[in-house]
């Protein structure tokens, strides 16, 4: 992987030393976080990559974690967050199985969500599987309740 060259000017030793930090890091799993919440669009190939490839019927998800801030400004504690993506039923489908929704007759209408979805599932659903930046879950295909266009559009306790 090629570094980005750092400018030099007018900067202090410690400023240089975290723009040389910056240049060199790795892809990671919270560069998706903003401060308005997860963006899928932020996600790095490299960083998909590195996520467990579900076998057979199973999906990949990524639970939502919430904003940094409420919509009144006040700044979220990061163990506030954590609890939240622990509690969530609502995620970010990563990546699905070879056969997840291949069985036609069980999903005679097709699959029910696909790689991109933001889905709804049953509380204690899946596998919780702890990875660097948080967790996801492996659930069954049929474990999906709803798809859902944003999941700002429901509440998180």
């Known amino acids: 992987m090629e570094t980005a060259e750092v400018p030099v000017v007018n900067m202090t030793a410690l400023e ?28 790095d190939q490299a960083v998909i990559d590195t996520i467990p490839k579900p076998t057979g019927w199973r ?22 967050q954590r609890k939240t993506q622990l509690a969530t039923v609502c995620g970010y489908v990563l990546r699905m199985g070879d056969l997840a929704y291949a069985d036609e007759g069980k999903f005679p209408t097709g699959p029910w969500c ?14 919780r599987i702890p990875i660097d930046g948080g967790e996801i879950r492996l659930l069954n295909d049929d474990e999906v309740l709803a798809v859902l266009n944003d999941p700002e559009d429901i509440l998180h306790m």
């Open 16 to 43: 240089r030393k975290w723009a040389e930090e910056s240049a060199s890091k790795q892809p990671a799993l919270e560069d998706a976080y903003t401060e308005r919440g997860f963006d899928p669009e932020k996600l």
């Open 59 to 80: 999906i990949a998800i990524l639970p939502y974690r919430g904003a940094e801030k409420t919509k009144g400004g006040i700044v979220l504690a990061e163990e506030t």
């Open 114 to 127: 696909k790689e991109g979805d933001w889905i709804v599932f049953g509380r204690y659903a899946g596998a």
